[in-house]
């Protein structure tokens, strides 16, 4: 009867580190597997965000946007810019918050109207970086102002006549 108890315990525990030998391995590779799924949407954003940079609707914006916020030139051309803004987040699916800012950090375009002229970044650790000529950056994980949610931003710096004129930000 001992060698029974010695036999079930050796199989019980030769068991238990097989399933613990299983999950390990079950848990790297589903690490794995999230950490190449996040670099690839880091990856598609960031191309999103540098091609964006580029709009003619953005820098419309930025060319405007010194002018009162109520005028009617630069509430049309904002319009645009945020409608464009929401076409890029629609066919992706998967942006929280699209935005560019003027060069104060102020979100001066936004798919989420609500945020335009009221949402300011400029405490934001990204947003110096690329200010300060970082250009493309990839945010630590943070807490969203809007949502409560765990967001990484991606960001790159936009120039408007060789000059520092804001940054677009996803």
């Not at 009162?68 to 699916?93: F, H, M, Q, R, W």
Request: charged share 20%; glycine share 6%; hydrophobic share 45%.
């Amino acid at each position: 009867s001992l060698s029974l108890v010695l036999s079930l315990y050796f199989v019980v525990s030769a068991a238990e580190k097989a399933i613990t030998h299983s999950a390990e391995q079950s848990l790297r590779t589903a690490a794995f597997t999230v950490q190449k799924s996040v670099e690839e949407q880091i990856a598609r954003a960031m191309a999103d965000v540098r091609i964006t940079a580029t709009m003619p609707a953005l820098h419309d914006v930025l060319a405007r946007i010194r002018l009162p916020k109520d005028d009617p030139e630069l509430t049309a051309v904002v319009g645009k810019a945020n409608a464009t803004l929401k076409s890029i987040a629609d066919i992706y699916g998967y942006y929280e918050s699209y935005y560019m800012t003027d060069s104060k950090g102020l979100v001066a375009t936004s798919f989420v109207p609500a945020i335009v002229n009221k949402l300011d970044i400029s405490n934001r650790p990204w947003f110096h970086t690329s200010m300060n000529g970082g250009g493309s950056v990839i945010s630590e994980p943070f807490v969203s102002r809007l949502t409560g949610n765990v967001l990484i931003a991606v960001m790159t710096r936009v120039e408007e006549n060789g000059n520092y004129g804001g940054m677009v930000g996803a």
